[in-house]
T-cell receptor
């Protein structure tokens, strides 16, 4: 069965410090991984996807198939990064997304 | 371009009742997915509709059903409501071309409370 695990429900760091939100997955097929973000009073929105290999708002994520991980990283946190972050796996050949339970990131001034 | 909209915003029902939630897709999108998000959890896939047909279903009982209309708007129906159905229900629309799917855009959700 497919599963996405985000081990930290809450993560708090100071502004300017590095941030790493952990995500591990379990899937027998070829995974397609995403990070979604939900800012306060806003809807869920796509932050980045592994196939794009891009940096969005300073965030990057590398798919490590050996460790079945897709951790989200940012070298210098900003206060506007405070939000709920969800890691998600798309099932091959389908539009179904399997989400982790989310990590609430708080950036302290 | 209009984003995904959902109605109503909030809803309170009692156990055993039936409920219908509505979703209007983003302009040009032909695929709609529904998710249930319980408090403190990530969204959980209920089902997806493409060209008015169910095209994938998660681990939800048959009392969860849906429809997609020719204009690609969609409804989620839940019969015989249970207390555990209390959750935020999210609709997401996207485009599908053959076997290729594009980004899902989420609506703001409908908060259902079952008493």
């Amino acid at each position: 069965a497919q599963r996405v695990t985000q081990p930290e429900k809450l993560l708090s760091v100071f502004k300017g410090a590095p941030v790493e939100l952990k995500c591990n997955y379990s899937y027998s097929g070829s995974p397609e991984l995403f990070w979604y973000v939900q800012y306060s009073r806003q809807r869920l929105q796509l932050l980045l996807r592994h196939i794009s290999r891009e940096s969005i708002k300073g965030f990057t994520a590398d798919l490590n198939k050996g460790e079945t991980s897709f951790h989200l990283k940012k070298p210098f946190a900003q206060e506007e990064d405070s939000a709920m972050y969800y890691c998600a796996l798309r099932i091959q050949g389908a539009q179904k997304l399997v989400f982790g339970q989310g990590t609430r990131l708080t950036i302290n001034p | 371009e209009t984003g995904v909209t959902q109605s109503p915003t909030h809803l309170i029902k009692t156990r055993g009742q039936q409920v219908t939630l509505r979703c209007s897709s983003q302009s040009g999108h032909n695929t709609v997915s529904w998710y249930q998000q319980a408090l403190g959890q990530g969204p959980q896939f209920i089902f997806q509709y493409y060209r008015e047909e169910e095209n994938g279903r998660g681990n939800f009982p048959p009392r969860f059903s849906g429809l997609q209309f020719p204009n690609y708007s969609s409804e989620l129906n839940v019969n015989a409501l249970e207390l555990d159905d209390s959750a935020l229900y999210l609709c997401a629309s996207s485009t599908r071309s053959g076997s290729s799917y594009n980004e899902q855009f989420f609506g703001p959700g409908t908060r259902l409370t079952v008493l």
